[in-house]
């Protein structure tokens, strides 16, 4: 492997790496571009339960594949991540082969978090998760419900050595869905040059052995008023 690098959060303003991600999507296959040389995709890179080092990633909500040049979990903690791959198909994919392998090439991890928990009123999760606006940028690679996960990628101002912090809250439910709040703190720095970030929420839904397709709401506060979008959501069976 050439290089194995971790998704920094401390965002840089993003004008060039991420938004080339936009230029190769397929409606029926948003989480991965391939074309004749390398392929990418948003992913879940899974540590199996049984301690051995062994790993596994999630390439969709269907299909999961090996990677035959990284035997061991690249982490030292056993936990999942979300991230961007760049890697090739061993041999041609086929969908008669329960499990395709894969040489990865480049691995940047996504800031990969669980959900912050409700508190007693609007007004404690304003005060407790920041109330700044934000946008959630519509890119059908990164801004989707995938694997039990919710990943955004985000755009507000940033300045030199500036801390931010975003959070993802369950709240009431509307329309009958599952409704999330993402929530964003600028530390009292609301001005500056406009970049990206991206993270990814376990949604902890639960389980569905059918995995019936649903839609879940995202609301958030924008820098034009309060906004909110319905995604596509797939439940994990285990």
């Known amino acids: 492997m050439k290089r194995i690098k971790t998704f920094i959060f401390a965002m840089m ?71 961007y791959i760049y890697f090739k198909f061993d041999s041609e994919p086929s969908l008669a082969a329960a499990i395709n392998s894969i040489t990865v090439t480049r691995i940047d991890t996504i800031l990969t978090m669980q959900l912050a928990p409700n508190l007693e009123s609007v007004e404690a999760n304003n005060k407790a998760y920041g109330n700044d606006p934000v946008e959630i940028v519509k890119s059908p690679l990164e801004t989707l419900a995938e694997d039990g996960y919710m990943n955004i990628r985000f755009r507000t101002n940033w300045t030199q050595g500036s801390q931010h912090h975003v959070n993802l809250v369950r709240v009431a439910d509307e329309d009958g869905l599952a409704t999330f709040q993402f929530y964003h703190d600028a530390n009292g720095i609301i001005s500056g040059i406009p970049g990206d970030g991206m993270v990814s929420f376990y949604l902890d839904l639960e389980k569905d052995i059918d995995r019936t397709p649903r839609d879940i709401k995202i609301k958030w506060k924008s820098f034009s008023g309060d906004k909110s979008q319905t995604f596509k959501y797939i439940p994990r069976n285990e």
């Open 13 to 83: 303003a993003l004008t060039t790496v991420a938004l080339t991600f936009q230029s190769c999507l397929d409606d029926d296959d948003n989480y991965l571009c391939i074309d004749t040389d390398t392929s990418y995709g948003v992913v879940t890179l899974k540590p199996t339960a049984i301690g051995n080092h062994e790993w596994f990633i999630q390439l969709s909500d269907s299909s999961i594949v090996t990677c035959s040049n990284i035997k061991k979990f690249p982490y030292d903690n056993k936990k999942e991540y979300r991230a």
